[in-house]
């Protein structure tokens, strides 16, 4: 399956900034999902990363808030922005391999808001 | 959009006994079924997983069964152990898209 490297792994930030998170893939991989994991939650899919156009958000998430980029098929950021305690929670990056090997989750970020 | 429903929320089993958990799914065109565990401040990692063409899988003492009639999916672990003990998620999605995630089962394997 595919390996991933997703950082930074934790950051303390203040309210009103931005963090930027990152996803690298060690193989070319067709789908990357960007979720979100509040404590002792289910994860929650923010958006699906598309390689060369805007990103697919859910329901509840927009853009502006959490602007993601796929400039290739290795690598995503998800930026979250003008950020307050409500963001503080865990985000996991994902991806589909190819092959049987279903979906395969980065290590996550875990992000406090201060 | 899809909804999976999981139960129970927690279960707490002797060791050497089984454990099931049962999720339900929405979109009869849902046609893979993957179950993750979670550890504690761990990754979600990829246990077993169904597509809707099988009825039934086994990887040592873990088990899936799907029934599509009635739109749900069992997990089973058999023997269990110590190491068992985490946070289980089931999930579905349709054509290997995105994934839809239960709200997770937390099993506590009593020594």
């Known amino acids: 399956s595919a390996v991933i490297s997703q950082k930074p792994s934790r950051d303390i930030c203040q309210r009103g900034t931005s963090l930027t998170i990152q996803c690298q893939v060690d193989s070319q991989v067709t789908m990357m999902f960007w979720y979100r994991q509040q404590p002792g939650q289910s994860l929650t899919l923010i958006a699906t990363a598309n390689q060369g156009s805007e990103a697919t958000y859910e329901s509840g998430f927009v853009i502006d808030k959490f602007p993601i980029s796929r400039p290739n098929l290795t690598f995503s950021t998800l930026t979250v922005s003008n950020m307050s305690p409500e963001d503080s929670s865990i985000y996991l990056c994902s991806v589909l391999g190819q092959g049987a090997y279903g979906y395969t989750f980065g290590s996550g970020t875990r992000l406090t808001v201060v | 959009g899809e909804n999976v429903e999981q139960h129970p929320s927690t279960l707490s089993v002797q060791e050497g006994d089984s454990a099931v958990i049962k999720c339900t799914y929405s979109?009869?065109?849902?046609?893979?079924f993957p179950w993750y565990k979670q550890e504690l401040g761990k990754r979600p990692q990829l246990i077993i997983d169904i597509r809707s063409n099988v009825g039934e899988k086994k990887d040592q003492r873990i088990a899936v069964t799907l029934n599509k009639t009635a739109k749900h999916f069992s997990l089973h672990i058999t023997e269990t152990q110590p190491e068992d003990s985490a946070v289980y998620f089931c999930?579905?999605?349709?054509?290997?898209?995105?994934?839809?995630f239960g709200a997770g089962t937390t099993v506590t394997v009593r020594a």
């Open positions: 979109d009869s065109a849902s046609n893979y």
């Open positions: 999930a579905a999605s349709m054509n290997d898209y995105k994934l839809s």
